[in-house]
């Protein structure tokens, strides 16, 4: 059983910062790439940004600068790091698993305050 999951969220305000996890457990043959995705309320999913397993990063351009994805590939798992957060930030962070398969984890919210 393939378990993603995904944690750190929670309330901050604006110009704060938060520091998002996700790991991925279970039977998982080779992992390629990690991502975050974001869902805004009334809005659809979006991407947030990715990370190869070589290392390789890209992102939103809503976010460029202020987030920073890193990996450790010998655990599963995957962080986002998200300093000067807006209001726009807020919605809930799903983490998207790219391996024989997608796996998506169940998704940790994230609130902005003004």
């Known amino acids: 059983q393939v378990q993603v999951v995904e944690s750190g969220g929670g309330l901050v305000q604006a110009g704060g910062s938060l520091r998002l996890s996700c790991a991925a457990s279970?039977?998982?043959?080779?992992?390629?790439?990690m991502a975050w995705y974001r869902q805004a309320p009334g809005k659809q999913r979006e991407f947030v940004a990715l990370?190869?397993?070589?290392?390789?990063?890209q992102y939103a351009d809503s976010v460029k600068g202020r987030f920073t994805i890193s990996r450790d590939n010998a655990k599963n798992t995957v962080y986002l790091q998200m300093n000067s957060l807006k209001p726009e930030d807020t919605g809930v962070y799903y983490c998207?698993?790219?391996?024989?398969?997608?796996?998506w984890g169940q998704g940790t919210q994230v609130t902005v305050s003004s």
């Open positions: 998207r698993v790219f391996g024989s398969t997608t796996y």
């Open positions: 279970g039977i998982i043959f080779s992992i390629n790439d």
């Open positions: 990370a190869t397993r070589g290392g390789n990063t």
